[in-house]
């Protein structure tokens, strides 16, 4: 099989990379990543020299540059390339339209000409909006994106499944919930918990931190993709998660435990416009039609990611680059007194 796997130089695609040629060692995987501040080569230096592995350094919303990938030969597209920072939509919306939903159709498109076997739209629960204290989403749950990003993710959605339902064109859609794991870039809520405090720096909890979200480890997003390109029924949709809810306090207190550091770096900051109060996946679908299970609890899980992050600060010491430390001014700013 000849895959291309898009933004797989970024958290969730690096990681998806590694986990297909561990598992496909015989198929040739082609990564197309933009390498935008999210994307980072060094998550793949373990793979770079696999004989089945190529790098190409191209935007997906450039018609010429998918051409030519797609023209060399390609079976199935997995995309996970997209603007994926929700705080960073709410500063700048207009970069997560061009990628998330011009990208995503600039791909469509040549997996349509080049007649591909599937298409694989990653996508996100976000797309569905935010739950009360009860219920959970199922595939059947009406889109209703609350933030600039899920409301491109949602775009990019329909999109895909216009391209199904109009052309034909073998589809899926899968929509996980909030993964941690290896190589998160330090924007998102896990290592950038984790970073700070190591660095005895405030801590930005958003609004009372009672905000759920619903964690699943990356390696278990991975399996349920690997799943889907296999076994996915075409115009399906197959919701990810793992039954992990957790109110976003707990999460920076279990941090904080395990990093033996004081609660008092704790600071409660303005909450983010928007702020979708709860996600929880039904994953009935997945795991009942095509046998997915995640492996990883959340305790083990956490303990893993936190040994991770202390193993590899080199890693992340990108948030000491200039773009981090601007778009944190922005961000963060007024909110923490220039603290990050
Ligand atoms: P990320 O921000 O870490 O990585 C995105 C990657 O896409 C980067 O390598 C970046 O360079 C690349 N990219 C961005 N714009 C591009 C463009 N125009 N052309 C080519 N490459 C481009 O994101 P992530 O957290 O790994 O998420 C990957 C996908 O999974 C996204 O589509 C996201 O919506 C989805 N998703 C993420 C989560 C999560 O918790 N992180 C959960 C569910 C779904
Ligand atoms: O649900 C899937 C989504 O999960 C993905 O589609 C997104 O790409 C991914 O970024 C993630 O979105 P969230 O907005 O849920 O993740 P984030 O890590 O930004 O925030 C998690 C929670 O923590 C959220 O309730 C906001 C809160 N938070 C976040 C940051 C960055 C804080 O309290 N303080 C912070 O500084």
């Known amino acids: 099989?000849?895959?291309?796997?898009?933004?797989g130089a970024g958290f969730i695609g690096s990681n998806f990379v590694t986990h297909m040629l561990q598992q496909h060692p015989e198929y040739q995987i082609i990564n197309v990543d933009a390498l935008t501040y999210a994307g980072n080569l060094k998550n793949l230096e373990s793979i770079e020299n696999h004989p089945n592995y190529?790098?190409?350094k191209a935007d997906i919303r450039d018609v010429t540059a998918m051409d030519e990938v797609f023209s060399k030969g390609v079976d199935v597209v997995v995309n996970f390339a997209a603007e994926s920072h929700v705080d960073r939509s709410i500063l700048e919306p207009d970069v997560f339209v061009k990628t998330n939903v011009l990208g995503t159709q600039v791909l469509l498109d040549a997996a349509k000409k080049y007649s591909l076997t599937k298409y694989v739209q990653v996508s996100t629960d976000e797309v569905y909006g935010s739950l009360d204290v009860s219920g959970l989403f199922t595939?059947?749950?009406p889109l209703m994106p609350n933030s600039p990003y899920s409301a491109s993710k949602a775009g990019g959605d329909l999109l895909v499944r216009a391209y199904h339902e109009t052309f034909g064109l073998p589809v899926n859609i899968t929509r996980c919930s909030n993964n941690y794991g290896p190589?998160?870039?330090p924007e998102k809520l896990i290592p950038l918990i984790i970073s700070c405090a190591l660095a005895d720096q405030s801590l930005p909890v958003y609004g009372d931190g009672l905000n759920i979200r619903d964690w699943l480890y990356v390696e278990d997003h991975c399996t349920a993709i690997d799943l889907v390109i296999h076994e996915g029924v075409n115009g399906e949709v197959y919701n990810i998660g793992g039954n992990n809810e957790r109110t976003n306090i707990h999460i920076v207190k279990t941090i904080l435990q395990e990093l033996g550091k004081p609660e008092s770096l704790i600071s409660y900051v303005q909450d983010r416009p928007g702020h979708d109060l709860r996600y929880g996946i039904d994953p009935t679908k997945i795991t009942t039609e095509l046998g997915w299970k995640p492996k990883h609890s959340f305790e083990?899980?956490?303990?893993e990611t936190i040994k991770w992050y202390?193993?590899?600060k080199d890693w992340w010491a990108r948030n000491q680059s200039s773009e981090y430390q601007n778009y944190a001014a922005r961000q963060?700013?007024?909110r923490l007194g220039d603290s990050l």
């Open 1 to 7: 099989m000849k895959l291309l796997i898009t933004g």
């Open 54 to 56: 190529t790098f190409i």
């Open 139 to 141: 595939e059947e749950t």
């Open 183 to 185: 190589y998160q870039f």
């Open 300 to 303: 083990t899980g956490i303990k």
């Open 310 to 312: 202390l193993d590899n």
């Open 332 to 334: 963060y700013g007024s």
